[in-house]
Nanobody, 124 residues
Framework: QVQLVESGGGLVQAGGSLTLSCAAS????????MGWFRQAPGKEREFVAAISWSGGNTPYADSVKGRFTISRDNTKKTVYLQMNSLKAEDTAVYYC?????????????????WGQGTQVTVSS
């Protein structure tokens, strides 16, 4: 059974940086796009970033563009989210997800496997 496990969350001051990791166990990691989403208290889960199977396409939400970078290492079955210049409004539980196909997408319905989430808290 394929599982996704996120790590790297924590408490950071505004302006700081964190790198999230999502490791996949089992399955064929390189055949799928991967995505990062986040959910703040009282809000819906929202798209953050995605990466195609080859890493050649990486769409971002406007709110994180220029500050966050998504990457993947198919040999390690791991996807990363480098987060710089963090703001209080970035505070949320961050989830990684496996896409239903090869290509990066923004909608939650285009992902079929989700991790348990990791908390990111940015203090202002």
């Amino acid at each position: 059974q394929v599982q996704l496990v996120e790590s790297g969350g924590g408490l950071v001051q505004a302006g700081g940086s964190l790198t999230l990791s999502c490791a996949a166990s089992g399955g064929t990691f390189s055949s799928y796009a991967m995505g990062w989403f986040r959910q703040a208290p009282g809000k819906e889960r929202e798209f953050v970033a995605a990466i195609s199977w080859s890493g050649g396409n990486t769409p971002y939400a406007d709110s994180v563009k220029g500050r966050f970078t998504i990457s993947r290492d198919n040999t390690k079955k791991t996807v990363y989210l480098q987060m710089n210049s963090l703001k209080a409004e970035d505070t949320a539980v961050y989830y990684c997800a496996r896409g239903r196909g090869l290509y990066a997408a923004r909608g939650t319905g285009t992902y079929d496997l989700w991790g348990q989430g990791t908390q990111v808290t940015v203090s202002s």
